[in-house]
T-cell receptor, first 121, second 114 residues
């Protein structure tokens, strides 16, 4: 259980176009989904947190108009990179969490998708 | 603020050797959770373990073991009798219930040579 599917796994696009990345929890309902960005040989940087049915919370320095996040259902969140430029080229990873055990202790485990490698030409 | 330090950037061992990956964390929360994830070349992060701050018992799972020392804010990960398939980047992370965020260390690249 706890499988997260991310699609596409790899995308190349021209500068100025928009790219949509999907993140689905296949066998559980995700109360919260997270979007991370990872540069080569670096750690994961949290971009935003999204809860189903509400607006995403973006981390400082992340442009919300450039990285549009929609979390329309408990199993699907999408990240749209609008007007992509070469500097947006990166590895984007989503994760989904559900509550385990005592909710008050927020025992969340994040299950990660396989990531999307975006190359903007 | 939370912070995770993985001082070892890269480690190279020969198959069957034991290897320990270090992790030191900082947090102001009294309740927090520590994680280890594995990222193979394919890119997907694989969940390995979660430990809450109240449980300092060491844990063993097959060839994997974890040593949690709250006094030194460390959560080290040992692979016994390493195998080539263990080659990956390993991330230590701390989760804060107050912020709801998972903060990752820089990762340690483990290369296991045959």
């Amino acid at each position: 259980g706890a499988v997260v599917s991310q699609h596409p796994s790899w995308v190349i696009c021209k500068s100025g176009t928009s790219v949509k990345i999907e993140c689905r929890s296949l066998d559980f309902q995700a109360t919260t989904m997270f979007w991370y960005r990872q540069f080569p040989k670096q750690s994961l940087m949290l971009m935003a947190t999204s809860n189903e049915g509400s607006k995403a919370t973006y981390e400082q320095g992340v442009e919300k108009d450039k990285f549009l996040i929609n979390h329309a259902s408990l199993t699907l969140s999408t990240l749209t990179v609008t007007s992509a430029h070469p500097e947006d080229s990166s590895f984007y990873i989503c994760s989904a969490s559900r509550v385990h055990g005592d909710f008050n202790l927020a025992k969340n485990i994040q299950y990660f998708g396989a990531g999307t490698r975006l190359s903007v030409l | 603020a939370q912070k995770v330090t993985q001082a070892q950037t890269e480690i190279s061992v020969v198959e069957k050797e034991d290897v320990t990956l270090d992790c030191v964390y900082e947090t102001r929360d009294t309740t927090y959770y520590l994680f280890w994830y594995k990222q193979p070349p394919s890119g997907e992060l694989v969940f390995l373990i979660r430990r809450n701050s109240f449980d300092e018992q060491n844990e063993i799972s097959g060839r994997y073991s974890w040593n949690f020392q709250k006094s030194t804010s460390s959560f080290n990960f040992t692979i016994t009798a390493s195998q080539v398939v263990d080659s990956a980047v390993y991330f230590c992370a701390v989760y804060s219930g107050n912020t709801g965020k998972l903060i990752f260390g820089q990762g340690t690249t483990l290369q296991v040579k045959p």
